[in-house]
């Protein structure tokens, strides 16, 4: 089992960059498949990207090329720069972590953390 704890989300203005963190506490981090998604206001909540434990990494097509994800197994964190912010961003993003080795639906990252906020001022 896996805690998750996200961290460093605030009120920037539209072009501004953003890192947020995710520390993570439990046994065999490494091991999890990792990551971020975002919900908005009256919204489902949205995949942002994700790495997995095999090494790839994946990103929506709205954060590919301003967003990057990292991890530090050694710190059991992962991380989400944002750079390029824009107002449609704005949204509570929340780290996962899964099982599997690949996850490709939602439905597979059992563990989340409690989200911080991120917004965006045009």
């Known amino acids: 089992q896996v805690q998750l704890v996200e961290s460093g989300g605030e009120l920037v203005q539209a072009g501004d960059s953003l890192r947020l963190s995710c520390a993570g506490s439990?046994?065999?981090?490494?091991?999890?498949?990792m990551g971020w998604f975002r919900q908005a206001p009256g919204k489902d909540r949205e995949f942002v990207a994700t790495?997995?434990?095999?090494?790839?990494?994946i990103y929506a097509d709205s954060v590919k090329g301003r967003f990057t994800l990292s991890r530090d197994n050694a710190k059991s964190t992962v991380y989400l720069q944002m750079n390029s912010l824009k107002p449609e961003d704005t949204a509570v993003y929340y780290c996962a972590a899964s099982r599997a080795s690949t996850p490709v639906t939602i439905a597979a990252y059992g563990y989340w953390g409690q989200g911080t906020q991120v917004t965006v001022s045009s």
């Open positions: 439990g046994r065999a981090f490494s091991s999890y498949s």
């Open positions: 790495t997995w434990s095999g090494g790839n990494t």
